[in-house]
């Protein structure tokens, strides 16, 4: 399993149940990163989706107590979700939120996927900081890249010990 998102230099992810920023760029890694994969979110990332409809052409699973009706799968705890998740390869099982799910399921992703963004976006939903973290390295990074008026960098982190699950 790994994780994508975009986060600003205080680890921000989100602002009012919503991006903090419109990065073109980013958007398109996320689809051409994501299409035909399997998607693990918590019911607000589904929510935060337009009409609160599942992403086109990916797997939609969705951790909350709660059935969520049409085209989702729904898992309502961690055991479920690891059980649901074995089904599919490893490598296309991608966690993408909220923050909540990500601070659940980073343990178990092998690798992250975090697009910086060099910009303090007043986000008031945070993930932890992977570059304060041991578990985690960071093993490769582009140069610095303007998207729509941001700069930002595609980061990828390596999880040093992932929990098998």
């Known amino acids: 399993m790994r994780a994508i998102l975009h986060a600003d230099e205080k680890w921000g992810i989100g602002k009012h149940n919503d991006l903090m ?9 996320f689809r051409e990163t994501t299409k035909g994969k399997v998607v693990v979110m918590g019911l607000n990332t589904l929510l935060s989706f337009p009409n609160a409809k599942p992403l086109k052409n990916r ?31 490893a490598d296309d099982v991608f966690v993408i939120g909220g923050a909540s799910v990500y601070a659940l399921l980073f343990p178990y992703c092998s690798e992250i996927l975090v697009t910086k963004v060099e910009e303090d976006g007043g986000a008031d939903v945070f993930v932890p900081d992977l570059d304060a973290d041991v578990r985690y390295e960071l093993v490769a990074q582009s140069e610095q890249l303007e998207d729509n008026g941001h700069v930002i960098r595609f980061c990828t982190y390596r999880n040093l010990a992932p929990i098998l699950g």
């Open 59 to 89: 797997i939609n699973i969705v951790l909350c107590p709660d059935d969520v009706a049409e085209d989702v799968i729904t898992v309502h705890n961690l055991q479920e979700l690891l059980a649901e998740v074995k089904k599919y390869p």
């Open 21 to 29: 920023f419109s990065l073109p760029a980013d958007m398109k890694f």
